[in-house]
């Protein structure tokens, strides 16, 4: 398993146009991504439970992974986040 922290940087923080590349980022693997802030979590595959966290700029994430490519994933994730949110 594999799990890192990320601050959101975008202004609006996780709203439908990067969620919805994030969902499809996400789909290219086989892994189980998890996306979690405080006591709500959505499966990174989830475009409505994604958005329906109420993550805002300023807010930290932990990103879980685990499968069999979760090193690959994981990697893609956080490269995705850094450009995109």
Same mark, same amino acid.
């Given at each position: +398993? #594999?799990?890192? $922290?990320?601050?959101?940087?975008?202004?609006?923080?996780?709203?439908?146009?990067?969620? *919805?590349?994030?969902? #499809?980022?996400? &789909?290219?693997?086989?892994?189980?991504? =998890?996306?979690?802030? *405080?006591? $709500?979590?959505? #499966? %990174?595959?989830?475009? +409505?439970?994604l =958005? *329906? +966290?109420?993550?805002? &700029?300023? /807010?930290?994430?932990?990103?879980?992974v685990e *499968? /069999? /490519?979760?090193?690959?994933?994981?990697? %893609?994730?956080?490269?995705?986040? #850094?450009?995109? +949110?």
């Open positions: +398993m #594999k799990e890192f $922290k990320y601050v959101i940087t975008d202004e609006v923080g996780i709203h439908a146009r990067p969620a *919805g590349l994030l969902v #499809k980022e996400a &789909k290219q693997f086989t892994s189980t991504i =998890m996306i979690s802030k *405080g006591d $709500k979590s959505a #499966k %990174a595959t989830a475009l +409505m439970k =958005m *329906g +966290m109420g993550v805002k &700029k300023g /807010d930290e994430i932990t990103v879980t *499968g /069999d /490519d979760e090193d690959a994933a994981a990697a %893609a994730i956080e490269a995705f986040l #850094k450009a995109n +949110m």
